[in-house]
């Protein structure tokens, strides 16, 4: 019988080892170097945590203490020590800047133009619909439409404050929609900066799946189960 592939969350603690330059710092001080980091899954959990050789994290044992840093019982990982992701400033791929999150090895993304027709509608009333889409297909993720600022009803849209992460794609930002004086909070998002793997969909307008009706080449879609997982930009932190 076939099997599906599988991904995470795994029922037992995972790891794979990484010869990416992994770099931790906290203002002008390099905490953590090492090319000999593990990318680790945590029983339950979807995302990797990143784990060192003790001997590559420069702390003592107060500041270790302070920023719950903890060893793994199993012992392939002994010797190796979890750091907080926020308990760092910068976290560093060689010479890259990470965000929100250690990207997942077995994750890929890719941001594919398309002919496909997409119609965007909420509570019967279009809100977009285009023939040049940009489709972004993120393992583990449902297939996610992003459409040129043109082919968005602008009347309707709202800026919104929420601003969320994604170590794969960059910083988001939001638009509201207002339709008959209520106003439908971030029912469209965007990258204006994004990295350069998806660079492509910059400026592009994505509707929220799970909240509008959408409907490609004459088929309606059935919305995708669960919220959307969204991670909050950090807030600056001083230096």
């Known amino acids: 019988m076939a099997a599906l592939h599988p991904s995470p969350p ?29 990318l680790v899954w945590e029983p339950g959990k979807k995302v990797p945590i990143y784990a060192f050789p003790a001997d590559d994290v420069a702390l003592d044992p107060d500041e270790a203490a302070s920023m719950t840093v903890r060893g793994f019982e199993d012992p392939d990982l002994d010797g190796y020590v979890h750091v907080p992701w926020d308990a760092i400033e910068h976290w560093y791929e060689e010479e890259e800047e990470v965000f929100v999150h250690p990207r997942d090895p077995f994750v890929r993304v890719d941001a594919l133009r398309s002919s496909r027709r997409v119609r965007v509608e909420r509570d019967g009333r279009l809100l977009a619909e285009s023939d040049s889409p940009i489709l972004v297909f993120e393992t583990g993720l449902p297939t996610r439409y992003y459409l040129p600022q043109n082919d968005v009803d602008a009347s309707v849209l709202a800026d919104s404050d929420l601003r969320t992460g994604c170590p794969y794609k960059g910083f988001a930002s939001y638009h509201d929609v207002v339709l008959d004086g209520h106003r439908h909070a971030s029912l469209f998002w965007y990258y204006q900066a994004p990295l350069h793997e998806v660079s492509a969909i910059k400026g592009y307008l994505a509707p929220y799946g799970e909240r509008v009706d959408l409907t490609v080449d004459g088929q309606l879609k059935q919305r995708p189960a669960g919220p959307l997982r969204r991670r909050r930009e950090p807030s600056p932190r001083a230096a």
């Open 10 to 38: 795994f029922d037992e603690l995972t790891y794979y080892p990484t010869s990416r330059w992994i770099r931790g710092a906290s203002g002008a001080r390099t905490v953590i170097d090492t090319p000999r980091a593990m």
